[in-house]
């Protein structure tokens, strides 16, 4: 159960009067299940609204809750979310497998079932004959399946993604859509997914957040959003 509940959440960077409130009161109802996709110009307060979904940014007002859950009242090692960013940062001298692999021997997962969540990764993200490289050894499309894949053998409740294809080629950009959109036909994971790019969003996309000045402005699936019959 992943749904994600936002409700009248304001942020304010700095305090007093040299405070720059930055979003002014966004609603949100998210399904379990369901890809929503948080889209607008540069600086208009997307990523700050899906680091405070992932408990990484303080909330100046309101509250975001998942599977009813408080995410400030949450511990940071109990949230049931995994985030994949823009700069996926592997693990140099790490196989393929040991850097899908860490997360889950910090947390003591057995080998075995350590074994399984990552074949299971490696074979939706057609990684299976890569797993003995390492990092260097891959292009940016396959470190960026990696990444992905550290973030799914976690089996969260929810996908946070912050513009994951921005530092990709186009060819790549596609090829990594694709990719993310046959994992959430795969999995249903419930996933809030950042973006500028309105193609971007527009094909992953079940409902789509737009965001302007920090405020929301439109919410609904791309055809509500686009006028389109
Ligand atoms: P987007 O993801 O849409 O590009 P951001 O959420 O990064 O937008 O930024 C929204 C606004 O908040 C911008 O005006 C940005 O300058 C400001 N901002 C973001 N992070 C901080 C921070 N740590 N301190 C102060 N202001 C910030
Ligand atoms: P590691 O981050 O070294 O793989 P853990 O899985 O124990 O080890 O995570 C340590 C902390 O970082 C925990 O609070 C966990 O929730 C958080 N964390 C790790 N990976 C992610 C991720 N992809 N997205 C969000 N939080 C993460």
């Known amino acids: 159960m992943g749904a994600i509940s936002i409700r009248d959440v304001v942020k304010r960077y700095g305090r007093g009067a040299t405070a720059n409130q930055v979003i002014h009161g966004v609603n949100a109802e998210i399904a379990d299940g369901e890809f929503v996709v948080i889209v607008g110009p540069s600086g208009c307060g997307k990523s700050t609204l899906l680091r405070m979904v992932a408990g990484l940014e303080e909330i100046s007002g309101g509250q975001i809750a998942i599977a009813g859950r408080v995410v400030n009242d949450v511990e940071p090692a109990g949230r049931d979310i995994a985030m994949v960013f823009q700069n996926y940062a592997l693990y140099p001298h790490m196989s393929v497998f040991d850097n899908m692999a860490y997360g889950l021997k910090i947390k003591k997962v057995p080998a075995a079932e350590i074994r399984a969540r990552v ?19 891959l292009s940016g499309g396959q470190r960026q399946r990696v990444a992905m894949g ?17 530092n990709l080629d186009a060819k790549l950009r596609a090829q990594t859509r694709l990719e993310i959109q046959n994992l959430h036909r795969e999995l249903r994971t419930t996933s809030l997914f950042v973006t500028h790019d309105q193609v971007e969003a527009m094909t992953l ?25």
């Open 150 to 166: 550290r973030a799914i053998v976690r089996q969260p409740a929810v996908f946070l993604f912050d513009e994951p294809l921005s």
């Open 205 to 229: 996309a079940e409902r789509m957040i737009v965001m302007n000045a920090g405020r929301m402005e439109q919410i609904g699936t791309p055809d509500e959003v686009y006028h389109r019959p």
């Open 119 to 137: 074949d299971k990764a490696a074979k939706i993200l057609e990684l299976g004959a890569l797993l003995q490289r390492r990092p260097r050894e």
